[in-house]
């Protein structure tokens, strides 16, 4: 069992600087995340675009502001529980949380924020009939640990950047990796696209245009796939087979945890501290809704902020906090770091 201060289930842009604004407040956090890694729609859906609106970045690439934020964080020693979605939450009778997986993980809380954005992003998956008997047995719709394709015959499907990204960096860990999309052109990262065709180029990876997977075999394990070229069928060997057709957004489960929701996102009180009606429980980024409210990046750390006030204040009753500037206060990591500024930077006014 997991326990922390904070538990903030969603690893996007604000669960992860709901993390820095709790560590100032020397408040211990803890992430659950349904994907593989850290980031939300920035590292999934559009990890290489800028972002022209962060405030102090003229532009920033939205994989490199995950990165700053993680690094920013990293003093904060926050948990992580990656690639397991929270399904279940309840409230215990010292006022307490707890909060479980689809794995099984047990999450104990003194509070709980949802940063879950647009929610769980489920993989669209290929119309193929028998396609569930080969999960987990062949068929994976994200890339968890790319170890387990080592010198493993690799079929990925796709156009778009996961598609492309996903088999540029294979290409160095399987044994063959074969690039199948419906359309001659991709759409993604122009710098990805050169790679894959300078890979291809090489030898490194087999692209087969215009095709489509129209079939999966296997006893037990899948042993090959049949792709469709221009009506011309034929099985092609593969240990695994990659769809990566983009993924589409679920509120899922939080749907049913008695939380007020209104247009798939939860209601919460925007005069305050981003409290949904459910006593210690926050929402905060795209998953919440409030008259006025617009779900962009820097919104999302301005709520995370003035909730992670109201948590100290939940977790120190009486307890009077007062503001200070970081340049001011310095930052006191708790892995024993301390960032200060210089004292001539720090000039008293009496
Ligand atoms: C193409 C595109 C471009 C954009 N450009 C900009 C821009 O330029 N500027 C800007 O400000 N905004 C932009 N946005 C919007 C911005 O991405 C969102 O406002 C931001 O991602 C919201 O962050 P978040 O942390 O609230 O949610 P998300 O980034 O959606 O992260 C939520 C996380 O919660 C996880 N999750 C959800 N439910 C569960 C569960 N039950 N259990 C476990 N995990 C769960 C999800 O897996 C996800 O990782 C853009 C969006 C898109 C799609």
Same mark, same amino acid.
């Given at each position: 069992?997991?326990?922390?201060?904070?538990?903030?289930?969603?690893?996007?842009?604000?669960? !992860? &600087?709901?993390?820095?604004?709790?560590?100032?407040?020397?408040?211990?956090?803890?992430?659950?995340?349904?994907?593989?890694?850290?980031? %939300?729609?920035?590292?999934?859906?559009?990890?290489?675009?800028? *972002?022209? /609106?962060?405030?102090?970045?003229?532009?920033? !690439?939205?994989?490199?502001?995950? /990165?700053?934020?993680?690094?920013?964080?990293?003093?904060? +020693?926050?948990?992580?529980?990656?690639?397991?979605?929270?399904?279940?939450?309840?409230?215990? @009778?010292?006022?307490?949380?707890?909060?479980?997986?689809?794995?099984?993980?047990?999450?104990?809380?003194?509070?709980?924020?949802?940063?879950?954005?647009?929610? $769980?992003?489920?993989?669209?998956?290929?119309?193929? @009939?028998?396609?569930?008997?080969?999960?987990?047995?062949?068929?994976?719709?994200?890339?968890?640990?790319?170890?387990?394709?080592?010198?493993?015959?690799?079929?990925?499907?796709?156009?778009?950047?996961?598609?492309?990204?996903?088999?540029?960096? !294979?290409?160095?860990?399987?044994?063959?990796?074969?690039?199948?999309? #419906?359309?001659?052109?991709?759409?993604?990262?122009? /710098?990805?696209?050169?790679?894959?065709? +300078?890979?291809?180029?090489?030898?490194? *990876?087999?692209?087969?245009?215009?095709?489509?997977?129209?079939?999966?075999?296997?006893?037990?394990? !899948?042993?090959?796939? $049949?792709?469709?070229?221009?009506?011309?069928?034929?099985?092609?060997?593969?240990?695994?087979?990659?769809?990566? &057709?983009?993924? $589409?957004?679920?509120?899922?489960?939080?749907?049913?945890?008695?939380?007020?929701? @209104? =247009?798939?996102?939860?209601?919460?009180?925007?005069?305050?501290?981003?409290?949904?009606? *459910?006593? %210690?429980?926050?929402?905060? %980024?795209?998953?919440?809704?409030?008259?006025?409210?617009?779900?962009?990046?820097?919104?999302?750390?301005?709520?995370?902020?003035?909730?992670?006030?109201?948590?100290?204040?939940?977790?120190?009753?009486?307890?009077?906090?007062?503001?200070?500037?970081?340049?001011?206060?310095?930052?006191?990591?708790?892995?024993?770091? #301390? =960032? +200060?500024?210089?004292?001539?930077?720090?000039?008293?006014?009496?």
């Amino acid at each position: 069992m997991i326990t922390t201060d904070l538990l903030i289930i969603g690893a996007g842009p604000t669960g !992860l &600087f709901a993390v820095f604004e709790a560590g100032l407040l020397k408040i211990k956090c803890h992430i659950i995340d349904a994907l593989p890694q850290p980031g %939300g729609q920035l590292a999934e859906l559009y990890p290489k675009k800028p *972002i022209f /609106d962060i405030p102090g970045y003229p532009s920033v !690439l939205a994989g490199e502001l995950v /990165d700053n934020l993680m690094e920013q964080i990293k003093q904060f +020693e926050p948990g992580f529980t990656l690639g397991e979605t929270a399904v279940t939450l309840n409230k215990l @009778e010292d006022g307490s949380f707890e909060v479980v997986t689809n794995k099984g993980t047990i999450h104990r809380a003194k509070a709980v924020a949802i940063a879950g954005g647009l929610g $769980t992003f489920e993989p669209r998956k290929p119309q193929l @009939e028998n396609i569930a008997d080969f999960e987990e047995k062949g068929v994976e719709y994200f890339v968890k640990n790319p170890e387990l394709f080592r010198d493993k015959k690799i079929i990925i499907a796709g156009g778009g950047d996961s598609a492309l990204d996903w088999s540029i960096f !294979l290409s160095n860990v399987a044994s063959s990796v074969t690039l199948v999309h #419906r359309r001659n052109e991709f759409r993604g990262a122009l /710098d990805s696209v050169e790679k894959v065709q +300078e890979l291809k180029n090489a030898g490194k *990876i087999k692209l087969i245009t215009p095709a489509e997977i129209v079939g999966i075999q296997g006893n037990g394990h !899948l042993e090959s796939v $049949t792709i469709d070229q221009e009506g011309n069928q034929y099985q092609v060997e593969a240990d695994y087979f990659i769809p990566l &057709f983009g993924l $589409t957004p679920k509120l899922g489960e939080i749907a049913n945890w008695g939380l007020e929701i @209104e =247009k798939n996102a939860i209601k919460v009180n925007n005069a305050l501290d981003y409290q949904t009606n *459910i006593d %210690g429980v926050y929402a905060i %980024g795209d998953v919440n809704t409030y008259p006025g409210k617009l779900k962009l990046i820097l919104c999302g750390f301005h709520e995370a902020t003035l909730m992670c006030q109201s948590v100290y204040n939940r977790m120190n009753p009486g307890r009077k906090y007062v503001l200070k500037y970081t340049t001011v206060s310095g930052v006191d990591g708790f892995d024993g770091t #301390r =960032k +200060e500024a210089e004292k001539q930077v720090v000039k008293k006014i009496d």
